[in-house]
């Protein structure tokens, strides 16, 4: 029996996972900063680790999922002003509409869900730890910064050399700090701005304290997984190291993982392009029933340390999968039981999962099966392979409704009229009926005995 092995961003290898406590695993995740809806790579890193939290669960293990949100930020700021708006509106409404981007990607929810606006005093708590041990400094402009150089061994996840970085700031715009790579610890009040009191003067967080704070909090000052999207190894997820580690001097985190980029067709996903498309944008295209599931399909069977593309063509590929998996278990309705994972097929899923959550290799043991159980018409097959569907999130809507999807015409009439034309022998009529389903994306199965179902293209 294979035993999970995940690879670690910070050690650049893949790693047995031996959890911190025997039985349980504490699991964080940076979640969304609330003042935009997600786009769907964000929606690719939030579906990875809504993976792994289940592959961890079904493996026995008892799992506490942390994701946090933002919701104070310069972002927020700028996009309540512009909008005229009081901060509070701009991110319940937005946090609204990422719980219902979640849940039609069928997510779990996170077992703490903690909000930065709500960890102020741990935050603060956090910074004047750091500057009790000579790691953060007050500045003349009321700012207070983390002193990158008196952090020993900062640059270790993301492999940066801190003579070769450059601040990626204007140095004269912070002239306050000591070195042009020190990081903001705490934002000194400023008119219009959200502002909370501290012993550093009124004012509000940096965003890399958050995280720290919220996690340590919540999880302790080590847990077992800390993870995100491949762009937040640098600055986000090293601050967080030199912030954590340099406050409780232990290590923070025993295994770091990074979901890769999901790219548009052929460019990267970017604003700057203007090729950007919103999780909701998406769905809203997709059929109400099928398309969470068909979505996130598409988000998770490359493997997530690859990046992936995102085209209709290919979004429409993972909805016929999806269809075909379906109609095995409408076709062969599944027993009912837990997963027996003496079965062959099973056994190859397991040792996919437990390889770095290798999902291109179980999503074909899925097709696989599909074939047998199609091929045997075995219910107990069937039943394994919405079994293992379970671990990762698939496969557990009832097979006739998911297949028929959010239709709006009366299909059952026309079948009704069209098996009426066709003993009338009025066959111009049943297929003329035919053709206009198919125009509805409706497509016609004739069984033995005169039964016709149907299904969604």
């Given at each position: 029996?294979?035993?999970?092995?995940?690879?670690?961003?910070?050690?650049?290898?893949?790693?047995?996972?031996?959890?911190?406590?025997?039985?349980?695993?504490?699991?964080?995740?940076?979640?969304?900063?609330?003042?935009?809806?997600i786009h769907v790579g964000n929606a690719r890193t939030f579906s990875v680790f809504d993976l792994v939290v289940r592959w961890l669960r079904a493996t026995g293990l008892e799992v506490t999922y942390v994701r946090n949100v933002t919701d104070v930020d310069?972002?927020?700021?700028?996009?309540?002003?512009?909008?005229?708006?009081?901060?509070?509106?701009?991110?319940?409404?937005?946090?609204?509409?990422?719980?219902?981007?979640?849940?039609?990607?069928?997510?779990?929810?996170?077992?703490?869900?903690?909000?930065?606006?709500?960890?102020?005093?741990?935050?603060?708590?956090?910074?004047?730890?750091?500057?009790?041990?000579?790691?953060?400094?007050?500045?003349?402009?009321?700012?207070?910064?983390?002193?990158?150089?008196?952090?020993?061994?900062?640059?270790?996840?993301?492999?940066?050399?801190?003579?070769?970085?450059?601040?990626?700031?204007?140095?004269?715009?912070?002239?306050?700090?000591?070195?042009?790579?020190?990081?903001?610890?705490?934002?000194?009040?400023?008119?219009?701005?959200?502002?909370?009191?501290?012993?550093?003067?009124?004012?509000?967080?940096?965003?890399?304290?958050?995280?720290?704070?919220?996690?340590?909090?919540?999880?302790?000052?080590?847990?077992?997984?800390?993870?995100?999207?491949?762009?937040?190894?640098?600055?986000?997820?090293?601050?967080?190291?030199?912030?954590?580690?340099?406050?409780?001097?232990?290590?923070?985190?025993?295994?770091?993982?990074?979901?890769?980029?999901?790219?548009?067709?052929?460019?990267?996903?970017?604003?700057?392009?203007?090729?950007?498309?919103?999780?909701?944008?998406?769905?809203?295209?997709?059929?109400?029933?099928?398309?969470?599931?068909?979505?996130?399909?598409?988000?998770?069977?490359?493997?997530?340390?690859?990046?992936?593309?995102?085209?209709?063509?290919?979004?429409?590929?993972?909805?016929?999968?999806?269809?075909?998996?379906?109609?095995?278990?409408?076709?062969?309705?599944?027993?009912?039981?837990?997963?027996?994972?003496?079965?062959?097929?099973?056994?190859?899923?397991?040792?996919?999962?437990?390889?770095?959550?290798?999902?291109?290799?179980?999503?074909?043991?899925?097709?696989?099966?599909?074939?047998?159980?199609?091929?045997?018409?075995?219910?107990?097959?069937?039943?394994?392979?919405?079994?293992?569907?379970?671990?990762?999130?698939?496969?557990?809507?009832?097979?006739?409704?998911?297949?028929?999807?959010?239709?709006?015409?009366?299909?059952?009439?026309?079948?009704?009229?069209?098996?009426?034309?066709?003993?009338?022998?009025?066959?111009?009529?049943?297929?003329?009926?035919?053709?206009?389903?198919?125009?509805?994306?409706?497509?016609?199965?004739?069984?033995?005995?005169?039964?016709?179902?149907?299904?969604?293209?």
């Amino acid at each position: 029996m294979s035993t999970l092995a995940i690879h670690n961003t910070l050690t650049r290898r893949k790693e047995p996972f031996v959890p911190l406590v025997p039985g349980r695993a504490g699991v964080y995740v940076c979640g969304p900063t609330v003042y935009d809806y997600i786009h769907v790579g964000n929606a690719r890193t939030f579906s990875v680790f809504d993976l792994v939290v289940r592959w961890l669960r079904a493996t026995g293990l008892e799992v506490t999922y942390v994701r946090n949100v933002t919701d104070v930020d310069d972002k927020i700021m700028d996009r309540a002003r512009a909008r005229g708006e009081p901060i509070e509106a701009l991110t319940e409404r937005t946090v609204a509409a990422f719980e219902e981007d979640c849940a039609r990607l069928l997510l779990v929810k996170p077992d703490r869900e903690p909000r930065a606006t709500r960890y102020i005093g741990p935050m603060v708590e956090l910074i004047s730890v750091l500057e009790s041990k000579g790691l953060a400094y007050r500045a003349a402009n009321g700012d207070v910064y983390f002193s990158v150089r008196d952090f020993p061994g900062y640059g270790k996840l993301s492999r940066r050399n801190l003579d070769d970085l450059r601040a990626g700031e204007r140095v004269a715009i912070e002239a306050a700090k000591h070195d042009p790579l020190d990081f903001v610890l705490w934002k000194a009040a400023k008119p219009g701005e959200p502002a909370w009191p501290s012993v550093f003067g009124d004012g509000r967080p940096g965003w890399h304290i958050e995280c720290s704070a919220m996690s340590a909090r919540e999880l302790g000052a080590t847990f077992d997984i800390h993870g995100g999207g491949w762009d937040l190894q640098f600055p986000h997820h090293e601050n967080e190291i030199a912030q954590s580690e340099g406050a409780s001097g232990q290590p923070f985190v025993r295994y770091w993982m990074h979901a890769a980029f999901l790219n548009m067709g052929e460019e990267k996903m970017s604003k700057s392009l203007g090729n950007v498309a919103t999780a909701r944008e998406v769905l809203a295209s997709l059929d109400p029933v099928q398309g969470g599931e068909q979505l996130r399909l598409l988000l998770l069977r490359g493997h997530y340390r690859s990046e992936i593309t995102y085209t209709r063509e290919l979004l429409d590929d993972a909805g016929n999968a999806l269809r075909g998996l379906y109609t095995a278990l409408r076709e062969t309705p599944p027993a009912d039981g837990p997963v027996d994972w003496t079965s062959p097929w099973a056994a190859r899923f397991r040792d996919a999962m437990n390889d770095d959550f290798d999902t291109p290799v179980a999503f074909a043991v899925l097709h696989e099966l599909r074939a047998e159980v199609n091929r045997t018409r075995s219910p107990a097959l069937a039943g394994l392979l919405k079994g293992l569907g379970a671990t990762i999130g698939f496969l557990q809507q009832e097979p006739d409704a998911f297949l028929k999807g959010g239709v709006t015409v009366d299909v059952a009439a026309l079948i009704a009229e069209r098996q009426a034309a066709k003993r009338a022998k009025d066959y111009a009529r049943a297929d003329a009926i035919r053709q206009e389903l198919d125009a509805a994306g409706i497509v016609l199965e004739d069984k033995p005995g005169g039964v016709t179902e149907w299904r969604k293209k």
